[in-house]
């Protein structure tokens, strides 16, 4: 049972086009994130938010858009999607100053 | 202020040698550093975290090492094995949020 799970697994899409991905945790965890990491693998906080509330936003785009219908869920869609867009995002969860738990990631090719 | 820097980039270790990954910070506020790990299609794993009121701590054949005068902290993995080839990220947590470092290749030679 995947304690934190995010589909799809795998988007490839043209420029301009918007996309969602979807994370979901049963872990029982306040606190949700996403992540981004580039080509270079490099770990970027792109937003947080704990039971449903925005508490960080990494002056991330704002074609980038969270969203928690609940505590269990944090999505995030992207509008106009650019070349640059192209990475591997990631969802995680915890608790309050706790361990991160992150699900397997969703690879972004924006052709 | 809230960058980890990391080195090396990448590592090949023997197997059965030790493996040392080192991390530096620069802001006194961060309270709290993990060590992750991530293999190839996956998300990254805490492997040990420490806090700055300890000077190491060991788990297994992991130890991290950590010196608050220097702000400087690092991985150590003794008689590394094929199976620890994989990516390490350190982090500071610090502001409700965790700053990672720029990563670690370790391949380990069979």
């Known amino acids: 049972d995947t304690a934190v799970s995010q589909t799809p697994k795998y988007l490839v899409t043209q420029m301009g086009n918007d996309k969602s991905i979807k994370c979901e945790q049963n872990?029982?965890?306040?606190?949700m994130y996403w992540y981004k990491q580039d080509s270079k693998k490099f770990l970027k906080i792109m937003f947080s938010?704990?039971?449903?509330?925005?508490?960080i936003n990494e002056t991330v785009p704002n074609r980038f858009s969270p969203k928690s219908p609940d505590k269990a869920h944090l999505n995030l869609h992207i509008n106009s999607l650019e070349l640059g867009d192209s990475a591997v995002y990631f969802c995680a969860s915890s608790q309050v100053n706790g361990e991160l738990f992150f699900g397997e990631g969703s690879r972004l090719t924006v052709l | 202020q809230q960058q980890v820097k990391q080195s090396p980039q990448s590592l090949i270790v023997q197997k059965g040698g030790i493996s040392i990954i080192n991390c530096a910070y620069e802001n006194t506020a961060f309270d709290y550093f993990p060590w992750y790990q991530q293999f190839p299609g996956k998300g990254p794993a805490l492997l040990i975290a420490i806090r700055p009121d300890v000077s190491e701590k060991k788990e297994g054949r992991f130890t991290i090492s950590f010196n608050k005068s220097a702000k400087q902290f690092s991985l150590h993995i003794m008689d590394s094995q094929p199976g620890d080839s994989a990516t390490y990220f350190c982090a500071a947590e610090g502001f409700q949020k965790l700053v990672f470092g720029t990563g670690t290749r370790l391949l380990v030679s069979p």
């Open positions: 872990l029982g965890h306040d606190t």
């Open positions: 938010y704990n039971n449903k509330e925005l508490i």
